[in-house]
């Protein structure tokens, strides 16, 4: 955790109340903002909190989809907890979603993922991580329109699995949704990152480029 980071959770103190999408206001739990270290170079996002999320509050945790991305995040030495932690220690790392509230009954919907852009916006901004993991489709098209110069719509995220995609001012690794991703699938991220991505000295850039 960066050393003048007090909590992992919001860090940013971002809007605990926020009602921009009504429908939203009447079916989630929590609103899961970003948890993590503010001083990360990597940083995940999917689409919008899991059931278990909902109900802790912090991303990617509380069920099954949770505990698979945290023992991914223990194998690459991003969490010091155990995988069914509610409130995982983590270093080196940042999670968050398109939109922080969830509906159960459907997705989000295009202006639902418009009108919580700016919280996302400003996470990447404060974090300015080396390497973003669009966690699903939808999240790999979102982040496509900005950083890269593809069309969002030429993403596959089932063929980009544990691939890396060099974007502008940032390099993407996609991951399958979590709940339909296999062991197979979590394996090969992992091995992607220690053998591919870890073994570059990507940290060189960080220090140079303005937080």
Partial sequence: ????????ENPFNMDEGCTNCPELCETRTSIAHGYGDVGAEFLFV????SEGADR?????????????LQAVLG???????????ERPDLQNVFLTYLTRCRNPDRPPTDEEVLTCEPYLNAEIRMINPEIIVPVGQRALEALAIDYTTRRPDSFDVDEEHATT?????????PMV??????????????DHLLESVFARDYRQTKGRRGR
């Fill in 177 to 190: 949704e979590l709940d339909r991703q296999t062991d197979e699938q979590s394996e090969a991220f992992v």
């Fill in 75 to 85: 194998e690459l030495g991003f969490s010091r907890s155990p995988p069914d932690s």
């Fill in 56 to 68: 802790t509050g912090v991303p990617f945790t509380g069920d099954a989809e949770g505990e698979k």
């Fill in 165 to 173: 995609i060099r974007g502008r001012g940032f390099e993407l690794v």
């Fill in 46 to 49: 999917a689409e919008q909190p």
């Fill in 1 to 8: 955790m960066d050393a003048e980071q007090d909590t992992l």
